[in-house]
Structures are given as C-alpha cells and as structure tokens.
C-alpha cells in the first residue's frame, strides 16, 4: 500500500502562485532528472532517454526563435526558460499520460510548485519547431502582459506570434485533481458492486463474498485515497495508488491474466486504463467522468 504521511493529510497542498526564482525552477528540473535516472532500473517501468528534460542554452533559444526575433525578445522579457524533452507531445495532445509518472512527475512541478506559467504547447512548436513537437516553453508571466507599446502595430493589435500564444489547458490543477476524483467515483463504485467496499453494495453481504476485515480494510484504502486527491498530494502517488486498488477490485470479481504481475507498474496501469475506457464508453456512466474526459484524451488514457 502506498505510504502516505499523516501530516500530508492534514492540510490541503496549495499551487504556489507567485512565480519561483528561476535558478530554483532550474534545480527542480535537475531533482527531476536525478530521479528519473535513480529509478530506472524500477521493476516494471522500462524508462525512456527522452523523457529526461533539457534546459536549452540561451544560444539555443535564439535559433530556436532565428526566424522571428520579435518574439525571442518577448520570451526573454518573460524570463523565459525553453525545455527539450518527449513529454512535450503528452503535454500538447494530451494522449497516454494517466498512468505516465514521469509526465506527472514533471506536471508536478510546472504546475503545483512552480509559479511559471506553460505556453500552449501547440502554439508554440507550430510557430518555432515546424510543426513538431520537442519543446516546452516556460514562462514566469504570458508575454502578452508585457506587450505595451513593444509590440503594438499602428492598430494596437499586437502581432508578435509568441505574445499572441495562450496557457496550455493542462496547466489547471483543478481539472486534473478533479479527472482523479472521477477515477476515485469509479473505484467506489466498482468496488461497491462486487462487495468489498460497505457504501451501496449490490448483491453480496460481506459474510457471503469477504470477511469484514476485508471490507473494512478496503474502504479504509479507498477513504485514504480520496483524502490524497483531496489534499492534492502528487498526482504521480496518486495514479499509483489507484492502480493498486484497481488490481484488487479486479482481481476479486474474476481472475487476472497469468501472466499478470500485480508488482509490475506496466500491467497495472494497462489494466487501469482498460477499466476505464470501458467506464468511460458505458453510456451509464457517463456523468461519472466529465471532469476525467474533458481533461485528457479519453480514447488513449
């Protein structure tokens, strides 16, 4: 079972507003990286290179902006910090990152404990990677804020492309803690309809399918997971800890695949996942997991 502190239960984890120093930011992209390479012999979690960051060099920026100048001079203005990592595709279309802990890991900082804000990834590797998509462009402000008379036309309109550029849709905490409370509805739910947990069970009382204990140590599980979601711990602790309920609850109402390894991090996001593409496309639900579809790509969680 995941390990949770009880003092980090006890007051709810705020997004740090005010945008941190940028040396600070610097040294939560290094901690990244340290960890991710600390875990990369994890049972189960075959790690990719390109999922470490890269900070670019100022010299790297400006050819990054060679064909527009007027916007290399409004990502400086912002104190602007320009990041080469894979994750950026993730971060742009919103695919396959549920159960991603480096995704989460590295959403953990840009958005919970660092203040910057993310330009549209999109946007941006559109107009300053032709079309591709590597980078991520941290801002400690939009440009758009500093425009002024800097940037302005004759019209008033500004016509600078990155001042023109909009925060990306993943920088809300509140809709990715609010996709983890869909996830949690699903697992009460399930959980309740086999039995195992006592709020609304269907068809079993726990002396015909599991022992009390069991029942009672299963909605402590899931009370503390809600309490995790409620006090924001990181969504990476908290994917984690719903795959591990999820292999239970699955594992109770029939029997997993033999080759299913309830310690492999790969298997039980799969099945997380396939549990949830069902719930998601089961029409009867579908009110159960607004927040949850609306946040990621709901046909490749």
């Not at 390990?3 to 600070?24: G, Q, T």
């Not at 302005?152 to 809709?175: N, Y």
Request: charged share 20%.
């Amino acid at each position: 079972m995941v390990n949770v502190r009880s003092k980090d239960l006890r007051v709810v984890r705020s997004r740090v507003e005010r945008p941190i120093l940028r040396r600070k930011l610097l040294t939560l992209l290094d901690e990244y990286n340290e960890l991710y390479d600390s875990s990369a012999s994890r049972v189960g979690l075959p790690r990719k290179l390109g999922n470490r960051v890269a900070v670019l060099s100022d010299s790297c920026v400006a050819k990054v902006f060679s064909s527009d100048m007027n916007s290399l001079s409004a990502f400086r203005r912002a104190s602007g910090v320009l990041i080469s990592t894979s994750l950026s595709i993730q971060f742009q279309d919103r695919r396959n990152i549920l159960c991603d802990t480096d995704f989460w890991s590295l959403w953990d900082i840009i958005v919970m404990r660092s203040g910057w804000v993310l330009i549209d990834v999109q946007q941006f590797n559109s107009a300053f990677n032709g079309g591709g998509c590597r980078y991520l462009g941290l801002v400690r402000f939009l440009p758009s804020l500093l425009c002024g008379q800097r940037c302005c036309t004759s019209s008033g309109l500004c016509r600078v492309p990155l001042c023109t550029m909009s925060i990306s849709r993943l920088c809300s905490s509140d809709g990715a803690y609010s996709a983890c409370g869909d996830i949690w509805t699903m697992l009460m739910k399930q959980s309740s309809k086999i039995g195992i947990s006592g709020r609304g069970r269907v068809g079993y009382s726990s002396a015909e399918k599991f022992e009390r204990s069991q029942v009672l140590s299963f909605e402590y599980q899931l009370k503390l997971l809600r309490s995790m979601i409620d006090c924001r711990l990181p969504i990476c602790d908290v994917i984690l800890f719903c795959m591990e309920i999820n292999a239970m609850i699955v594992g109770f109402s029939s029997p997993l695949s033999p080759d299913f390894d309830a310690e492999n991090q790969s298997h039980c996001g799969d099945l997380l996942a396939r549990e949830l593409m069902v719930y998601i496309h089961f029409t009867n639900y579908a009110d159960d997991v607004m927040q949850l579809v609306s946040f990621i790509d709901a046909d490749f969680i």
